[in-house]
């Protein structure tokens, strides 16, 4: 979950590594006629660096946020022609490519993930994404979407909200605050994060309230990840968007906690593993590794941009390349 401290541009977020992620896409998209899907389109702010850097650009942009589909498509409308825009989760890559024209295998240039919540989404309050001021208790990324943190909070027995906030939060004291949740609904029902707030402080003991951030940031990123589905939709995105790459097509992830970094980590592990049975001595022809790593682990940002920008400050950049057959495997920096 990034940090709620930070810098706003007009549109309400400053996008992240913004110039590494144009520095690692720009070979594949170079060609004429390239394609760029951005997964996870938020104010527009990477889309549109991309759609002036490179003016032949094909852009598809995909977001759950119909209010961030409205603003990104009011900041973009200078490259209309050039823009297919999607309201959907980014798990949906294969229909919005069937949407716009193009097959789901072997058929774009580049794809961009940036995960979690948005700047702007953190910053609408009455979204009640943010525990630092009282909303709420909403957070749906898609406003369309049928559950909330309330329904959650309200509905889910107690070994259920342990288990959220310790799979999803990774909250030590998880089954404390589940059973305060429990406890208080029995009073009237929570509305408020300000009640969820203080339901987390009274069940953190005040020695560990004062290390590791704020006492309810792990509670809010576990309720958040519940109510969006986040971990399933990445897990069922990754290797959408890796089939749809065409020969020398590149993908860029950029995620914000160890949840999601892991499961970028391990599918990128398997994609660029050789497909040789276990325990051979050479490499079968055709059995090569299908992906090749752009970067080495996890790239951060520079204590210049997280300066500019702390919500920078957590992000884990992964990036790999499809490789061209009987091309040889290439790592490292781009």
Do not use: W
């Amino acid at each position: 979950m990034v940090d709620e401290s930070g810098p706003e541009s007009d549109h309400g977020h400053v996008p992240v590594l913004l110039e590494r992620c144009v520095e690692i896409l720009a070979p594949a998209l170079a060609r004429p006629g390239a394609v760029l899907v951005d997964g996870t389109l938020g104010a527009g702010g990477h889309a549109e660096r991309f759609l002036t850097a490179f003016p032949e650009l094909r852009l598809i942009g995909l977001d759950r946020d119909p209010g961030a589909l409205a603003i990104a498509g009011a900041r973009l409308a200078p490259f209309a022609d050039r823009i297919a825009l999607v309201h959907t989760r980014y798990d949906g890559i294969a229909d919005a490519l069937a949407e716009a024209g193009c097959a789901t295998t072997d058929s774009i240039d580049g794809v961009l993930l940036d995960l979690g919540v948005s700047s702007m989404q953190l910053d609408q309050i009455d979204r009640g994404f943010s525990y630092s001021k009282d909303a709420p208790l909403d957070m749906r990324m898609d406003t369309d979407a049928p559950l909330t943190a309330a329904e959650i909070l309200n509905t889910y027995d107690r070994g259920a909200l342990t288990d959220i906030l310790r799979r999803f939060g990774e909250e030590k004291f998880a089954q404390r605050i589940a059973g305060l949740i429990v406890e208080q609904r029995q009073k009237a029902p929570l509305t408020t994060t300000g009640e969820l707030v203080e339901i987390i402080y009274r069940g953190i003991p005040a020695p560990a309230r004062r290390t590791g951030g704020h006492p309810a940031k792990r509670t809010f990123q576990a309720l958040r990840i519940a109510v969006n589905a986040e971990l399933d939709s990445l897990s069922e995105a990754l290797p959408a968007a890796l089939a749809a790459l065409r020969p020398g097509g590149r993908i860029v992830v950029m995620s914000y906690q160890s949840l999601e970094d892991r499961i970028v980590k391990t599918t990128f592990a398997a994609a660029t593993a050789s497909r040789s049975p276990a325990g051979l001595p050479i490499e079968l022809p055709g059995y090569e590794p299908e992906f090749s790593a752009i970067t080495r682990g996890a790239e951060r940002a520079d204590a210049e941009e997280i300066e500019r920008n702390p919500r920078s400050a957590p992000v884990r950049l992964r990036a790999l390349q499809r490789v061209a057959p009987g091309n040889p495997r290439r790592g490292g920096k781009s």
